[in-house]
T-cell receptor, first 113, second 114 residues
Framework: DQQVKQNSPSLSVQEGRISILNCDYT??????FLWYKKYPAEGPTFLIS?????DKNEDGRFTVFLNKSAKHLSLHIVPSQPGDSAVYFC????????????FGGGTRLMVKP | DAGVIQSPRHEVTEMGQEVTLRCKPI?????LFWYRQTMMRGLELLIY????????DSGMPEDRFSAKMPNASFSTLKIQPSEPRDSAVYFC????????????FGPGTRLTVT
């Protein structure tokens, strides 16, 4: 069973607008969440993270929101740029599971000029 | 820092052949992870080492898959015998346990089994 789900396989956004990528999880023992970005023919690269004790973390154009009661997190990119076009993975770390992460299936973001 | 190094970048082999994928983690990192990415299953964890010791191999598909980490700077993932359904991109990642949860990924090995 998938404990981390990204229900939208793809998203298309106009340059300059906001991109919102969503992620849902089922295990309440997840205590840390990360977003990764992946370009074709490259490995995923870390983008931004949030601890379960927070509900928001911001880094430049990227903001991650966590709603623990809904077991939902989202990544906002404002403003979106063509270079943001990539596959975005959310990942979650289980409490007391070392550095092991569970990844969602990914969402392909396309930012149109 | 060279980052995580994986070899080969591409591997094409025939069904039944043995395949060995290699990974060199970032120096100083004590955790190493092997992942497989497919369209159907996304990015799935195969095995996780900490201080060269396998901690969780529950993601290894079956006995045809094996992984080793003989020292802190080298790991292998072996498939014997390979099957067409093993075709995927295999990633290696490393991190520093106890410092942060962020994992650093290599560029991946694209495996095609015909």
């Amino acid at each position: 069973d998938q404990q981390v789900k990204q229900n939208s396989p793809s998203l298309s956004v106009q340059e300059g607008r906001i991109s919102i990528l969503n992620c849902d999880y089922t295990n309440s023992m997840f205590d840390y969440f990360l977003w990764y970005k992946k370009y074709p023919a490259e490995g995923p690269t870390f983008l931004i993270s949030i601890s379960s004790i927070k509900d928001k973390n911001e880094d430049g154009r990227f903001t991650v929101f966590l709603n623990k009661s809904a077991k939902h997190l989202s990544l906002h990119i404002v403003p979106s740029q063509p270079g943001d076009s990539a596959v975005y993975f959310c990942a979650a770390r289980l409490n007391n599971a070392g550095n092991m992460l569970t990844f969602g299936g990914g969402t392909r973001l396309m930012v149109k000029p | 820092d060279a980052g995580v190094i994986q070899s080969p970048r591409h591997e094409v082999t025939e069904m039944g052949q043995e395949v060995t994928l290699r990974c060199k983690p970032i120096s100083g990192h004590n955790s190493l992870f092997w992942y497989r990415q497919t369209m159907m299953r996304g990015l799935e964890l195969l095995i996780y080492f900490n201080n060269n010791v396998p901690i969780d191999d529950s993601g290894m598909p079956e006995d045809r898959f094996s992984a080793k980490m003989p020292n802190a700077s080298f790991s292998t993932l072996k498939i014997q015998p390979s099957e067409p359904r093993d075709s995927a991109v295999y990633f290696c990642a490393s991190s520093v346990q106890g410092f942060s949860y962020e994992q650093y990924f290599g560029p991946g090995t694209r495996l095609t089994v015909t």
